[in-house]
């Protein structure tokens, strides 16, 4: 399904190799770090703004300047350097709290800040108040890092700076500042060449150069597994996961979306869209921000092709909130606009969302309660855009482009001008589905796969564990013709595969684990193990044994045996013949003739390319 849906997304270029009167600054060699340019790529234009936001930095004399807001956020601190004064902020503090959530993967702290008007300490003191919590994180990709020196402004200001305070009155917020401090720390002025500051950028994957958002389904890294963590313990009613953009320009200079009505959420989604956005909307313009939607556009250099309103799968951030029914906020800041402006829009909209959910987190927790309970069948695996629907067309504020021919590339160049442009352009919505499946009332794992049953309790699905054998009618998922990635894909070789259904009883071993879809989970669980799900664990690689053939039959073992089959069952040799008219391959192998008969024997393997994961 994603590669489907990303395929429109997929065009969008890097621009910062294309821009307006680029001359390029002469290259100079460090032996330690290998070619590096003495400036910065030449970007766009940069549009002007001088937005009302401006007036939430700290005046330099504030003994609660946050370190990026002594730079005039044209730089952003280190890891230590956050820290520290993060813990400095705490302590000074009785409304914050800091929670240590592990380490990554080179050994630096994942933490936590919990900010309550009660400065609750644990997650059942903070459900206790029973107001709606807010989860927001930072730097799950590095380079990307607005999220974090906002959040830093704003936990001040919430607290020892008393601006926002009475917003700890309605709703309590968990702060994550770096989700990827490992990444944060391979940092250069060199992360992003697209992307106009801060000085420094840290890198967009983690030490084992793993992209953190794709690992939401498959959970390989302990960043994610840690954020999954937090979600089954402080159960929090809306997250936020900020970045920052790629592709094309615009004048939005902060983006958001999520998943649709059409998706797992329904009711989630309606919240978000009658309650959330509005108040982002008007507060952020308000602030002097321009606001928009999600832009994946499904050409760049040509608007008018249409803005894809992409459906995220599990493997994303908003995906993953999605088919756990969480309410979850996809937020990009536009990387073209300077670095203090994005963050100080990071900043006003986290407000916002924090107000809006002290105003509306009743209606919000209703909603949620009505996806958890909500058992639809059959359950779609993804959406793509209908070709054959006619799409809707909205507002753009682009910027006007012009192409040339580039001597460079020799095809034609994109420059923008920097002067903005209001177009009316399709919204292609992702809103078909690319399958479905019957929702089955469980399904039954094997003792044997210990990795795959673990990772589904990582993910919080309940499931009942059997003490001793048990033999179950079931169907089971036959795989034809499976199809694997020729590179690697985020640490796995990606397999799909055509099915065929068979009715099997199996006996399942002490271990095994029943998984029932009725639970809040169920839909989670259905694209986890469903094989013909972008984001399954069977696509992501964790089956391939199963492909693999581990007995076989000699020639002159095969060739009596299936002169005797052919001469014991008519129906049989009229098949073989067939079978060599319609298969030149088969007809022109000897090896292949033999294995067509080897395969029709009892001694062929009846478990070979059997998907172990079974329907009841």
Do not use: C
């Not at 916002?352 to 909500?374: K, Q, V």
């Amino acid at each position: 399904m994603l590669a489907a849906l990303m395929s429109l997304a997929a065009a969008l270029p890097v621009v910062a190799d294309e821009m307006k009167n680029a001359a390029r600054s002469p290259v100079q060699q460090d032996p330690q770090k290998g070619p590096q340019m003495s400036s910065p790529a030449e970007l766009p234009p940069l549009l002007p703004w001088d937005g009302a936001s401006r007036s939430l930095m700290a005046e330099k004399d504030d003994p609660w300047i946050t370190p990026a807001e002594v730079t005039d956020l044209v730089a952003t601190p280190d890891y230590a350097t956050t820290l520290a004064w993060l813990q400095r902020l705490v302590a000074a503090s009785p409304k914050l709290q800091w929670v240590n959530l592990g380490a990554s993967p080179e050994g630096r702290s994942l933490i936590m800040v919990v900010a309550s008007a009660g400065g609750a300490a644990s997650a059942a003191e903070l459900h206790a108040s029973g107001k709606p919590v807010l989860l927001a994180h930072g730097g799950i990709h590095s380079g990307e890092i607005d999220g974090k020196d906002a959040g830093l402004m704003l936990l001040r200001d919430l607290t020892v700076g008393g601006s926002q305070s009475s917003l700890l009155e309605h709703a309590s917020l968990l702060f994550i500042p770096v989700l990827n401090p490992d990444g944060h720390e391979r940092s250069s002025p060199y992360g992003r060449v697209n992307q106009r500051g801060p000085e420094q950028m840290g890198w967009r994957t983690n030490a084992r150069n793993l992209n953190l958002n794709r690992d939401f389904a498959k959970l390989d890294t302990e960043e994610v597994r840690t954020l999954v963590g937090v979600l089954e313990e402080w159960r929090p009613d809306l997250y936020l996961d900020l970045h920052v953009t790629d592709g094309a320009d615009y004048q939005y200079d902060i983006t958001f979306g999520h998943n649709g009505a059409h998706g797992h959420s329904p009711a989630i989604a309606r919240w978000l869209d009658h309650r959330l956005t509005p108040m982002l909307n008007q507060e952020l313009q308000a602030a002097g921000h321009i606001p928009g939607p999600l832009v994946f556009l499904a050409d760049s250099s040509d608007p008018s092709r249409g803005n894809l309103g992409w459906t995220a799968g599990p493997r994303f951030s908003n995906g993953y909130g999605d088919a756990r029914h969480l309410a979850t906020v996809l937020v990009e800041n536009h990387s073209l606009k300077p670095y203090h402006q994005r963050v100080l829009g990071t900043y006003v909209l986290m407000a916002a969302a924090l107000e809006a959910l002290g105003e509306h987190g009743e209606e919000l927790r209703t909603a949620t309660a009505e996806d958890r309970r909500s058992r639809r069948d059959p359950v779609p695996l993804g959406w793509t855009v209908d070709p054959q629907k006619e799409h809707p067309t909205v507002r753009f504020l682009g910027v006007e482009s012009r192409t040339s021919l580039s001597p460079i590339s020799g095809t034609l160049r994109l420059d923008y001008t920097g002067e903005p442009v209001t177009l009316e352009i399709p919204y292609l919505l992702a809103d078909k589905p690319v399958a479905e499946v019957q929702r089955p009332k469980a399904y039954w794992i094997p003792a044997a796969w210990s990795e795959v049953i673990r990772r589904l309790e990582l993910h919080g699905i309940e499931m009942e564990r059997l003490d001793e054998p048990r033999e179950v009618a079931v169907k089971m998922y036959r795989l034809l013709d499976p199809q694997l990635d020729d590179m690697p894909f985020e640490g796995h070789v990606r397999v799909s595969a055509a099915t065929r259904l068979e009715d099997r009883t199996e006996v399942f071993a002490p271990g095994s684990v029943r998984i029932p879809t009725d639970q809040p989970l169920g839909d989670l669980a259905i694209l986890l193990l469903e094989p013909a799900s972008s984001d399954s664990f069977f696509q992501w690689g964790f089956f391939h044994s199963i492909l693999q053939r581990t007995e076989y039959m000699e020639g002159y073992v095969v060739e009596p045996l299936a002169e005797r089959m052919l001469a014991e069952n008519p129906q049989l040799e009229e098949e073989f013949r067939q079978a060599l008219l319609s298969d030149p391959e088969l007809a022109g192998d000897p090896r292949a003739r033999l294995r067509w008969f080897y395969a029709r024997t009892p001694y062929f393997d009846a478990r070979w390319r059997l998907y172990p994961v079974a329907r009841e």
